[in-house]
């Protein structure tokens, strides 16, 4: 029309006069994530339109919204994008819009602050914290009964006054990890944990994780004088008593130390209590409103702006809100018309917070249903809802991932690497979190592996990092002592204090782990450990623990200026010497968790005679971030190995690792055999699991060749079932340690006859597939065996396809097969000679008239 206010934006209510948009406002103009793509304009009433003067002087800013809006709505609500600038609606504008909908035929759906739970911002001051009661920590010191049933007492009394209190008690002593489904995106009240639970540190960070400001966090701990039976006692009682310190100072959190000689008769839930817990009724005025931090804030704004080539990855540590602003976002998504949302997650009760934060976003809408707590459903075909990642890549489920509109991957880090790899290539929008530092050990692993492969497929992909915690309040000093604990703020040496390291100049020495629990040495094991958790992808809290206090364990490490730059960490398994138990581990009946090569060449292998060795098992290999490349890692292995031999009375040094072509050639370069290929592959790298041995003794050896010739004899077979998705890098190093595949040639000799025949017919002729493919399997085998044969990555991949059973178009499989060096003439020179001849007399034909040609012909 006329009347245009461009780029500002006036109190009175504007509306879309774009017949074909989808939305009663401009899909193009108001977000980048809508589908429009023609020009719109905003405009006000005849009657309403001010003077050009004035419509120019009231531009609104982003800041000026935020920071100067009043009043019930505060919030920049509605994102409007003209001429590549934005100007930002404030609420009580789009109080307005109530009043004028019958200027647009169906409801707005950018309309988000008129309901009482659905702006961007809501309340005096849009996007501070709110402020939380501070968490307690009650450490119960006596006997475990004692210990158990005090707690338990208390537990019981807090919800018998609180009915709607969220509590976990871990009690037992078989769980070697806390449960993803009681754990990931939940918020607890209370928690009781035993410091006896193996893997103690892994438990205590998730308990701290899950718990909410206000909260309560009983550590059942063994008395003073049983301190000593325990390992990581030193640093823990050190910790524990640097928190009382800060607790006395006016911290955010309470300690409360309470020993069995000096408890008395006052019942724990006398002496404190929980806050009480937010209802989950959904009630109104039950819960307090959503208010997004600047954090989500700026989240939100980009999973709006997201597109098939620019996804978005969320990560934080635990508390951060990562899974409240995924929902906000997603409530946004709705009622902007976004259509059907997919949720995926390891486990379906970690989205738990994801759906309650986009129900609690939308408010009481009557349009808004929730038929499951993972269900969502607004308006005609708005739907938010959970579907599992093994549906998702399968049957029903993949029509369902190409037709929604956004995929939200919820804890990304729990889900195998190729399967977030596979989801992100399929979906059209998707949208990641995942936790860092969490108990799991997997948020290192998808950063080092995972985040570079995503890379590669979307080189826009944005990420994001939630640093405020949103959970409790800000400088808690159970937080704190989680962090000093798990050393989750470690970070390696200076790389300016380490630049001219070499070879030539750093030391090699065996080092005594016990001297690091030492409180002399805390500087050097965070150096130590932030190594760990920048360069092994495995690195979890309790490996802390697990390196510092079991007896097995060898420490080597490589220093330069008195800085560690390298380290080592090898295990000594011992022989499984009960009979029966070796039996039953090979019969899969049972597991020797600290026996890992064992279980490996046995269980999986099939070699029970594996079990009665000693191996020493290399478990980590790092170098500093900034040396990488330098050939330090190489040389300190070799030392590391030496010593291991020398020190030891091992049958094999053995490792197991993630089979990369760059590990793999690097323990081949040191002596290292490949014994095994796991069939499986390990969720945390996304790659198959190698076992490599270095034999010490006659009968190590005897099986390590055993083991050699039992898996190239496989190997054709394998290729087409477990082993399917290896790369081509990757199978020439496995090649390249293992005896000729069944079938192929051994070094020097001359391949078979009729499989040479079958290549080059079908190369040169026009044979079927199915007649050859035996002949073309062994040829393309034997070609990636050193020395390689030199193919383009287009006829590699193509004959790769081949080898593991996909679908192969023989257009592009014959050419491929004529530069295999089975597939060339049996004198080269000669070949080309005949070849060019024919080509030369089909030249000289195709000159010569048609009717002289004919003539010749005649007898």
Not at 787 to 800: F, G, H, I, K, Y
Request: hydrophobic share 40%.
């Amino acid at each position: 029309g006329p009347y245009t206010t461009g780029l500002k934006f006036w109190p009175q209510a504007p509306f879309c006069r774009h017949r074909s948009c989808h939305h009663s406002f401009c899909n193009e103009r108001m977000s980048r994530s809508c589908v429009g793509s023609a020009p719109c304009s905003v405009a006000v009433p005849h009657s309403k339109v001010a003077p050009r003067r004035a419509r120019n002087s009231h531009p609104l800013t982003l800041n000026s919204i935020w920071r100067g809006a009043s009043g019930p709505y505060t919030a920049a609500v509605l994102s409007v994008r003209c001429r590549r600038l934005s100007t930002f609606v404030c609420g009580a504008a789009i109080c307005q819009l109530v009043a004028v909908r019958h200027f647009a035929r169906r409801r707005p759906p950018l309309l988000l602050g008129v309901r009482r739970a659905s702006a961007l911002a809501f309340g005096p001051r849009a996007g501070e914290l709110k402020t939380r009661p501070p968490r307690q920590l009650v450490i119960l010191s006596g006997d475990r009964q004692w210990a158990e049933g005090v707690a338990t007492e208390a537990l019981a009394q807090w919800r018998t006054r609180y009915p709607d209190l969220h509590s976990f008690t871990i009690d037992n002593i078989r769980l070697d990890k806390p449960p993803q489904a009681e754990w990931m995106g939940q918020e607890l009240d209370v928690v009781v944990l035993h410091f006896g639970q193996p893997n103690f540190l892994d438990f205590f960070g998730a308990a701290c994780g899950a718990l909410r400001g206000g909260g309560v966090l009983v550590l059942c701990s063994p008395s003073a004088a049983d301190w000593c039976h325990h390992g990581y006692s030193g640093r823990w009682r050190r910790l524990l008593a640097g928190l009382g310190g800060e607790a006395e100072a006016g911290a955010g959190s309470s300690v409360t130390v309470q020993s069995q000689e000096s408890f008395g008769a006052l019942p724990l839930a006398e002496r404190l209590s929980p806050a009480p817990p937010e209802s989950g009724g959904g009630g109104a005025g039950e819960r307090p409103p959503l208010v997004p931090s600047s954090e989500q804030r700026r989240l939100i704004e980009a999973v709006l702006n997201t597109t098939g080539s620019s996804p978005v990855l969320v990560t934080g540590r635990r508390g951060r809100g990562k899974s409240a602003s995924l929902g906000m976002a997603a409530a946004v998504l709705l009622q902007r018309g976004a259509g059907c949302i997919l949720v995926t997650s390891p486990s379906q009760p970690a989205t738990w917070q994801l759906f309650e934060a986009a129900a609690r976003y939308l408010g009481d809408d009557c349009e808004v249903r929730r038929p499951s707590p993972f269900e969502l459903q607004t308006g005609p075909g708005g739907r938010l809802e959970f579907v599992s990642p093994a549906d998702l890549l399968v049957g029903d489920g993949l029509a369902r991932l190409r037709n929604a509109q956004f995929l939200f991957v919820d804890e990304a880090a729990g889900l195998p690497v190729d399967v977030v790899v596979e989801l992100l290539w399929r979906a059209r929008r998707v949208v990641m979190s995942t936790t860092l530092d969490g108990y799991e050990g997997s948020g290192q692993g998808f950063m080092l592996r995972a985040l570079p492969q995503l890379r590669i497929r979307k080189q826009e992909l944005r990420h994001f990092e939630l640093q405020a915690p949103m959970r409790w309040n800000l400088g808690c000093p159970l937080e704190k002592l989680a962090n000093a604990a798990m050393l989750l703020d470690a970070k390696p040496v200076d790389n300016d204090l380490v630049a001219d390291a070499s070879v030539e100049n750093s030391s090699f020495e065996v080092l005594d782990q016990q001297v690091l629990s030492e409180w002399r040495r805390e500087d050097e094991l965070s150096e130590i450990f932030g190594m760990l958790r920048c360069g092994h992808y495995k690195t979890k809290p309790s490996d802390l623990s697990t390196f510092l206090d079991e007896p097995s364990m060898r420490w080597f490490v490589l220093r330069f200026n008195g800085h560690v730059i390298g380290l080592v960490i090898a295990a000594i398994e011992e022989p499984i010497e009960d009979k029966h138990v070796a039996e039953a581990v090979y019969k899969r009946q049972r597991k020797a968790r600290p026996q890992l090569i064992a279980q490996a060449l046995s269980l999986d292998a099939g070699f029970l005679e594996a079990t009665g060795m000693r191996h020493a098992r290399v478990m980590r290999l790092c170098v500093h971030p900034g040396l990488q490349r330098r050939g330090l890692g190489t040389w300190l292995l070799k030392r590391s190995i030496a010593e291991l031999k020398r020190g030891e009375q091992v049958d094999a040094v053995a490792a197991c690792f993630g089979a990369t072509a760059y590990l793999m050639k690097l323990w081949r370069n040191v002596g290292g055999e490949l014994a095994w290929l796991a069939h499986g592959r390990e969720p945390s790298s996304g790659h198959h699991s190698a076992t490599v041995l270095l034999p010490c003794t006659a009968r190590s050896r005897h099986l390590l060749h055993r083991a050699q010739a039992r898996l190239a004899l496989q190997l054709p077979e394998l290729l087409l079932g477990p082993l399917a998705r290896l790369s081509a890098d990757v199978l020439a190093e496995l090649l390249a340690g293992l005896p000729p595949p069944g079938g192929c040639p051994r070094d020097g000799d001359e391949p078979d006859v009729q499989d040479v025949a079958d290549v080059r017919s079908f190369a040169w002729g026009a044979r079927q597939v199915s007649c050859c493919r035996y002949a073309l399997v062994r040829a393309f085998l034997s070609a990636m065996r050193p020395p390689r044969a030199t193919l383009d990555p287009r006829s590699e991949q193509v004959l790769l396809d081949l080898v593991q059973g996909r679908d192969v178009n023989e257009g592009l499989l014959r050419p491929a097969v004529r530069k295999l060096p089975w597939a060339a003439p049996p004198d080269a020179s000669e070949g080309r000679a005949r070849e060019g001849g024919e080509a030369t007399a089909q030249g000289a034909a195709r000159r010569v008239p048609r009717s002289e040609r004919l003539a010749c012909c005649e007898p």
